[in-house]
């Protein structure tokens, strides 16, 4: 039987998914989307889990499988094209959705090839960190196609809008160090040590305390189309809800006994 597209591993409360195409460079095709989507969506629902990180092995992700993209429209009509990548297209965007919404921290580890789709999946992350042989390009436009993967929506928000029509436009390559002076990645590591950062970061967030997380990636996801009084009423609220749990008041006496907290997640 092939391997799935997918790996899905577990360890305490940090599960990792890993994206398994090698070959292909991770390059999205049908079998990954759904995959990917399953994967994302069961981990979030995963009431044990309390940070996922999302990786590839050599390489991220080198966007989408253009040898399966030309396959598909072989022979088809315009509108054919149009609707079946549409239906494509909306899977895929079912996995950026989840990431989002995810009420647990998402972390991006990426080596390689960070292209196309891979970079919008990337951006969907709450947090980034980067092997410094890692490359990024949006790529898009070099094939003819506008982005997709709520890249145009990620990508103003987090390097500005002059800068996000350059990487958009040009679609040009770009090294780690670059990726991280744009805010798109958090850390840049040596390669042999992302694992290991990686990991370390991971179980420093699923020891967290998770309710106060999921409020504070609400707030912030949510702050950009937010009036400042509307912010401020949900800042209220979601302060005073986590005010009135067992997180808080351990945090509290934490730092009076001059100890670390130990956080139960509600």
Same mark, same amino acid.
């Given at each position: ?10 360890? *305490?409360?940090?599960?990792? %998914? ?5 070959? +292909? $460079?991770? =390059?999205?095709?049908?079998?990954? @989307? /759904? #995959? ?79 292209? *196309?789709?891979?970079?919008? %999946? ?5 947090? +980034? $960190?980067? =092997?410094?042989?890692?490359?990024? @390009? /949006? #790529? ?102 986590? #005010? ?18 130990r956080f139960q997640g509600r």
């Amino acid at each position: 039987m092939p391997e799935p597209a997918v790996l899905v591993e577990r360890e *305490g409360a940090v599960a990792t %998914l890993t994206l398994n195409r090698p070959r +292909a $460079l991770n =390059a999205l095709d049908r079998d990954l @989307t /759904l #995959a990917l989507k399953d994967g994302v969506s069961a981990v979030e629902k995963d009431e044990g889990i309390r940070c996922v990180v999302l990786r590839g092995g050599e390489h991220f992700m080198a966007g989408g499988d253009l040898k399966w993209f030309k396959s598909l429209s072989e022979g088809k009509s315009a509108a054919q094209n149009r609707a079946q990548f549409e239906g494509f297209i909306e899977e895929a965007h079912a996995i950026i959705l989840c990431l989002r919404r995810m009420p647990k921290p998402v972390v991006a580890s990426v080596r390689g090839a960070v292209a *196309g789709f891979g970079m919008s %999946l990337m951006m969907a992350c709450d947090l +980034a $960190l980067a =092997a410094d042989n890692a490359y990024f @390009t /949006l #790529a898009y436009t070099l094939i003819g196609v506008s982005p997709d993967g709520g890249s145009t929506y990620a990508l103003p928000r987090i390097v500005g809008q002059r800068k996000a029509m350059e990487i958009a436009l040009l679609g040009e390559r770009f090294d780690a160090a670059a990726a991280e002076r744009l805010g798109l990645v958090n850390r840049v590591w040596p390669s042999a040590s992302l694992q290991v950062e990686t990991e370390k970061l991971a179980h420093r967030l699923a020891s967290g305390p998770a309710a106060a997380y999921a409020r504070t990636k609400a707030l912030l996801n949510g702050s950009l189309n937010a009036s400042l009084e509307a912010q401020l009423q949900r800042e209220a609220e979601a302060f005073a809800q986590s #005010a009135s749990e067992p997180d808080f008041q351990e945090g509290l006496a934490a730092f009076i006994e001059k100890r670390k907290p130990r956080f139960q997640g509600r």
